[in-house]
């Protein structure tokens, strides 16, 4: 079984402090992804990558920047975060680019800004 | 731009009835329609999906009709169940991005 792994769970931070959530996978995918997820948005795609050293600009990239030091970890970092950030955000890894490619998720991290 | 459009936001329907849940997609580019559905505090994960040389693809009591000329697909869930109460998303993906749809809630009513 997909192997996805979010650290932390729930995080808390202030406004314009820096926030890093990480993601780590077991799977060997090529392919990583970060993902908010709001009511009434469903699931909407801020950085994906397709392999280590390598990010890509997702449909709501501003506000944060991604890293893929190695296959296995891809961080999402908020620079300087805002109160509209707070959500739910889920890693996801498939192994394929996009074509017939099953999504494995993590358990999803819970940020709140005040 | 909503490149995925999900219908309806919010179903009922009691035990034994079949849910029907339908997207629209634009891009032609789009080759696979996955669907997912999400259970209260957990991630989502795969449900069923289809490929456009296909129009329908069936799972048990799960099946997805595929209308390629309208760029339509829905999932029908056959004979409800309490237990299928989740956050339906419909999806649509291409060699470079996977796109989800806004999300049906289900509840079925016993």
């Known amino acids: 079984e997909a192997a996805v792994t979010q650290s932390p769970r729930n995080k808390v931070a202030v406004t314009g402090g820096k926030v890093t959530l990480s993601c780590n996978q077991t799977?060997?995918?090529?392919?990583m992804y970060w993902y908010r997820q709001d009511t009434g948005h469903g699931l909407r795609l801020i950085h994906y990558s397709y392999g280590a050293g390598s990010t890509e600009k997702g449909d709501i990239p501003d506000g944060y920047k991604a890293s893929r030091p190695s296959q296995e970890n891809f961080s999402l970092i908020l620079e300087l975060a805002t109160p509209s950030q707070t959500s739910v955000y889920f890693c996801a890894s498939g192994r394929t680019g996009g074509r017939a490619e099953t999504l494995y998720f993590g358990s999803g991290t819970r940020l709140t800004v005040l | 731009q909503q490149q995925v459009r999900q219908s309806p936001q919010s179903l009922t329907v009691w035990e034994g009835e079949t849910a029907i849940l339908n997207c629209s997609y634009e891009d032609s580019t789009f080759d696979y329609f996955p669907w997912y559905h999400q259970f209260p505090g957990e991630s989502p994960a795969l449900l069923i999906a289809?490929?456009?040389?296909?129009n329908k693809k069936e799972d048990g009591r799960f099946t997805i009709f595929f209308n390629k000329r309208e760029k339509k697909f829905s999932l029908h869930i056959a004979d409800s169940q309490p237990g299928d109460s989740a956050t339906y998303f419909c999806?649509?993906?291409?060699?470079?991005?996977?796109?989800f749809g806004t999300g049906t809630r289900l509840q079925v009513l016993p």
């Open positions: 799977n060997n995918h090529n392919n």
């Open positions: 999806a649509a993906s291409n060699t470079n991005k996977v796109v």
């Open positions: 289809i490929r456009p040389v296909s």
